[in-house]
């Protein structure tokens, strides 16, 4: 494999400097949001009803579209900053982002439940189980991209302290390890078993998936994580021991990924998108507040391109709908206990 060149290949020192990741909502702009929540709202249809045909926005649909094209196509993640949420109902922001989501991809099933709305809060999750989710948790979770094309979060409140949320650009560290290790990068070319974490899809009777790290398909690269899943398969039956070579791919990817990475200061009413096949992330440990109603909360989606750029087999098998279990129904509650 080779070097690859272009805009997803960012740096954290050239981002730091010229915050051309960020976005800052006019006032304008945030009322073309807030008068597209109003007419779902009378219109009263349940939240993952509402697609981008209902959720019109004649001043910022045009900068969304051409957003979307840098989350796909350019760098991968943009930050959109300043979204009001004091003093809002939690329908009215969930709306809010919902609707802008529309505007990147379709919304998929994040959980075995259906959940198309994701709540990413502290509920004593235990990650190290077979089942354990990491984001209804408080620990630390390693580099990752999610199991979607596009993920977004929506920033209600933050924690007492910890909890930052950190982010590279895969590509960046592809092309570090053909400098530093040149000889693992094939490695990571391998089809690595992956756990289910329980959720299977309907007619599946594996507990595991497969997927390459790295891939190139007709030209487009994605990479995925080198996370808990496969750590996790690996004590499944029928599912080979990871080679020496393999773990110390693994083990290098991994240290690049925390090496270069960019720390992200969220602020309530951020709302981040992020493309998964040229990004990596992770959120260091934190410590919630006592009072429950200032415990840490983000929204989240999961999203589809439907096909926006090609993509391995194996992706497009796993991410084209999100997790999907016999029987669930799909629904965007507004929050979970």
């Not at 994040?110 to 709540?119: A, E, M, R």
């Not at 390459?212 to 996370?227: K, L």
Request: contains cysteine; proline residues 6%; hydrophobic residues 35%.
């Amino acid at each position: 494999m080779k070097p690859i060149i272009g805009p997803s290949a960012w740096t954290r020192e050239v981002l730091e400097q010229n915050k051309s990741h960020l976005y800052r909502l006019s006032e304008l702009e945030i009322s073309d949001i807030f008068d597209a929540v109003a007419k779902v709202e009378r219109a009263s249809p349940q939240l993952h009803e509402i697609r981008k045909e209902d959720f019109l926005l004649p001043v910022l649909g045009p900068v969304l579209a051409d957003l979307r094209e840098e989350v796909i196509k350019g760098r991968g993640f943009v930050f959109l900053r300043g979204l009001p949420t004091e003093g809002r109902s939690l329908y009215k922001t969930a709306a809010a982002f919902w609707g802008i989501g529309c505007h990147f991809g379709r919304a998929v099933s994040q959980n075995g439940k259906g959940h198309l709305l994701g709540h990413v809060k502290d509920l004593g999750a235990d990650i190290t189980s077979p089942t354990g989710r990491g984001y209804n948790s408080a620990s630390p979770l390693g580099f990752h991209a999610d199991s979607c094309d596009i993920f977004g979060l929506c920033v209600l409140k933050t924690s007492m302290s910890g909890g930052q949320h950190r982010m590279c650009s895969s590509v960046t560290v592809h092309n570090e390890m053909l400098k530093r290790a040149p000889g693992l990068v094939q490695e990571l070319t391998f089809r690595f078993y992956r756990s289910r974490r329980g959720e299977l899809p309907p007619g599946e009777t594996k507990p595991w998936t497969r997927q390459p790290i790295f891939s190139v398909t007709d030209g487009y690269f994605a990479a995925r994580g080198a996370s808990s899943t496969i750590t996790r398969s690996q004590g499944m039956p029928g599912v080979p021991r990871l080679t020496e070579r393999q773990k110390e791919a693994i083990k290098v990817y991994n240290e690049i990924a925390a090496e270069i990475a960019m720390d992200v200061d969220f602020e309530p009413g951020d709302i981040s998108m992020v493309q998964n096949y040229v990004t990596l992330h992770s959120r260091t440990r934190y410590e919630d507040w006592p009072e429950p109603e200032r415990k840490r909360h983000l929204l989240r989606l999961w999203l589809s391109f439907d096909g926006a750029r090609p993509l391995h087999d194996d992706i497009v098998r796993d991410h084209a709908q999100g997790i999907q279990e016999e029987g669930i129904t799909l629904h965007a509650p507004l929050d979970v206990a």
